[in-house]
C-alpha cells in the first residue's frame, strides 16, 4: 500500500461540518468566495477535459483562510471536502499538526487529489524542510491542474514562514480572514449543531454554557458532543443541573 493509501485510510471527516452548519453572518463573505472557488474549479476542470486549457490556468490554484484559533477554519475545511465530494470530486485534509510528524515524502502524489486541504500551516513555520515540501506539492497541484485550501492563524506574512517562494506562492490565490462568531451567532451555531444531532438545548441552557465554558466554537462543540453522549447515556433533557452535573460545574 503506498504512503498516500495509508494517509487517505487514516482520514475520517466530520460528516455533520458543512457549509450549511456553519452559522455567522460576519462570515457570509468567506462562505461564498470558498464555496465559489470550489464549484468554479470543477466546471473549469471540466471544461478544460474539453480543451479549455487557457480558462482554467487564468484561476488561482489556492485560497488561503487564517484567524484565530476556534473561529472555525477547521470546519470549514470539512465542508470544502463534504462539498467535494458531492461534486464527485477528490480531496483530502490534512492536519500540519500530523503531517510534520512524518517524513515529507508523505506528500509525494498529493497532486492527484482535486482539493488539497492543510490545517494549520503555522506549525510548520519553523521547519525549511516542510515549508520547501510544501512549496513542492504547490507546483505539482499546479501541474496537475489540482488546488490547495490552508490554514493558519495569521496573515500569511505574519506566520514566520521563511521560505519566501511558498509565502509568495499562498499569497497568489484567495485569501479570506475567518471572523470569530459574537454570543447571538454562538448561541445560533451551538442549537443548530445540537438539533443535527437530535438533541434539544433552551437558551437559558446555550446561555450557560457560553458563559461557564471556554468560548471558542472549537471547544463549545466538543463541550456539546460531550453534553450529547451524556444525554443520551443517561436519558436526560439538556438542562442547566443536567450540565452543571456532567461538566462538574458548581
Given at each position: 500500500m503506498t504512503q498516500l493509501s495509508q494517509l487517505a485510510l487514516s482520514v475520517q471527516l466530520p460528516d455533520d461540518e458543512t457549509f450549511d452548519s456553519f452559522i455567522g453572518q460576519p462570515n457570509h463573505s468567506v462562505l461564498v468566495q470558498l464555496t465559489s472557488f470550489i464549484r468554479q474549479n470543477k466546471v473549469e476542470t471540466e471544461q478544460h477535459e474539453n480543451h479549455s486549457l487557457a480558462l482554467f490556468s487564468q484561476l488561482p490554484h489556492s485560497f488561503y483562510l487564517f484567524g484565530l484559533a476556534g473561529v472555525g477554519k477547521s470546519h470549514l475545511l470539512h465542508?470544502?471536502?463534504?462539498?467535494?465530494a458531492q461534486l464527485k470530486k477528490t480531496s483530502v485534509c490534512l492536519s500540519c499538526s500530523e503531517l510534520k510528524q512524518l517524513p515529507i515524502e508523505v506528500l509525494d502524489g498529493l497532486e492527484q487529489i482535486d482539493f488539497i486541504c492543510l490545517d494549520d500551516i503555522e506549525l510548520i513555520a519553523g521547519d525549511v524542510q516542510w515549508q520547501q515540501a510544501i512549496f513542492d506539492l504547490y507546483n505539482r497541484a499546479i501541474e496537475n491542474e489540482s488546488c490547495l485550501i490552508i490554514t493558519g492563524s495569521e496573515a500569511i506574512?505574519?506566520?514566520?514562514?521563511?521560505?519566501?517562494?511558498?509565502?509568495?506562492?499562498?499569497?497568489?490565490?484567495?485569501?479570506?480572514?475567518?471572523?470569530?462568531?459574537?454570543?447571538?451567532?454562538?448561541?445560533?451555531?451551538?442549537?443548530?449543531r445540537a438539533r443535527q444531532r437530535g438533541l434539544m438545548i433552551s437558551d437559558e441552557a446555550t446561555r450557560f454554557l457560553l458563559n461557564r465554558s471556554s468560548r471558542d466554537m472549537t471547544s463549545l462543540i466538543q463541550t456539546l458532543d460531550i453534553l450529547d453522549k451524556a444525554s443520551i447515556r443517561e436519558q436526560r433533557k439538556v438542562t442547566i443541573p443536567f450540565i452543571k452535573e456532567i461538566l462538574n460545574i458548581s
Open positions: 465542508a470544502c471536502n463534504n462539498l467535494a506574512n505574519k506566520l514566520g514562514i521563511t521560505l519566501p517562494d511558498l509565502v509568495s506562492r499562498i499569497g497568489w490565490g484567495y485569501i479570506e480572514q475567518v471572523k470569530p462568531l459574537d454570543d447571538d451567532d454562538k448561541t445560533l451555531a451551538i442549537q443548530h
